[in-house]
């Protein structure tokens, strides 16, 4: 399958469920599923699924088959123009560690996701890390979506637009002795359970916030 995907920049997926060790799709592609696409990865290196610069994702459910594998997600680190949509990602868990996410996104930009549906991904469904800028998030949903923004470093998330989810917790988390590493993010037209703010240049508009 990776062989296959290697060979072209733009690739249809059929209809069926492919078994992988991992799932790397390559720069400049774009992978278009045709109906109920599945792809489940089983492999023991992490990560599983690592997208790549200037590429495009859409109509993909993705499974990771593999609970317990540390470090397990979808990977997007320093990469550029990546956009993932009406996929499904689901199964990236490590039950013991809790090192293991659906979407982790760290240093890199221009990163689009949108109409997406997370379930069963186990410290958080998206992590933005750090040195990530120009973020679009729209329309997502999940059983428990939950969107982890956690610098770790001085190098400033920035440029962030959430708009038309349903989410049920966002964290906010500020690196105490550098502070305002979150910078210029808006927050619209969403549904959250759970909002955990700990200081960040956030602006929030007709959003419906329980707790």
Same mark, same amino acid.
């Given at each position: 399958?990776?062989?296959?995907?290697?060979?072209?920049?733009?690739?249809?997926?059929?209809?069926?469920?492919?078994?992988?060790?991992?799932?790397?799709?390559?720069?400049?592609?774009?992978?278009?599923?045709?109906?109920?696409?599945?792809?489940?990865?089983?492999?023991?290196?992490?990560?599983? @699924? /690592?997208?790549? $610069? +200037?590429?495009? &994702?859409?109509?993909? #459910?993705?499974?990771? !088959?593999?609970?317990?594998? =540390?470090? *397990?997600?979808?990977?997007?680190?320093?990469?550029?123009?990546?956009?993932?949509?009406?996929?499904?990602?689901?199964?990236?868990?490590?039950?013991?560690?809790?090192?293991?996410?659906?979407?982790?996104?760290?240093?890199?930009?221009?990163?689009?996701?949108?109409?997406?549906?997370?379930?069963?991904?186990?410290?958080?469904?998206?992590?933005? @890390? /750090?040195?990530? $800028? +120009?973020?679009? &998030?729209?329309?997502? #949903?999940?059983?428990? !979506?939950?969107?982890?923004? =956690?610098? *770790?470093?001085?190098?400033?998330?920035?440029?962030?637009?959430?708009?038309?989810?349903?989410?049920?917790?966002?964290?906010?988390?500020?690196?105490?002795?550098?502070?305002?590493?979150?910078?210029?993010?808006?927050?619209?037209?969403?549904?959250?359970?759970?909002?955990?703010?700990?200081?960040?240049?956030?602006?929030?508009?007709?959003?419906?916030?329980?707790?």
């Amino acid at each position: 399958f990776n062989t296959a995907i290697a060979s072209c920049k733009r690739l249809y997926v059929n209809a069926g469920t492919y078994l992988l060790d991992r799932f790397l799709p390559e720069e400049n592609q774009e992978l278009i599923g045709i109906g109920e696409a599945i792809i489940k990865v089983s492999g023991t290196t992490t990560p599983l @699924v /690592e997208f790549k $610069s +200037n590429s495009k &994702i859409s109509n993909l #459910d993705i499974r990771s !088959l593999n609970p317990g594998q =540390e470090w *397990n997600r979808c990977d997007i680190t320093e990469k550029s123009n990546v956009t993932i949509e009406n996929c499904k990602i689901s199964g990236f868990v490590d039950p013991d560690n809790r090192n293991s996410w659906g979407i982790y996104i760290d240093k890199s930009s221009n990163i689009n996701i949108r109409n997406c549906y997370f379930d069963n991904n186990t410290q958080s469904d998206i992590a933005i @890390v /750090e040195n990530s $800028s +120009n973020l679009t &998030i729209e329309d997502c #949903d999940g059983t428990q !979506l939950h969107i982890n923004f =956690e610098p *770790n470093t001085g190098d400033p998330i920035n440029n962030v637009s959430i708009t038309g989810c349903k989410i049920y917790r966002i964290d906010m988390q500020e690196n105490d002795l550098l502070k305002n590493t979150i910078q210029n993010m808006t927050i619209k037209d969403c549904t959250i359970d759970i909002f955990c703010y700990d200081g960040a240049d956030v602006t929030v508009i007709d959003c419906k916030i329980k707790g």
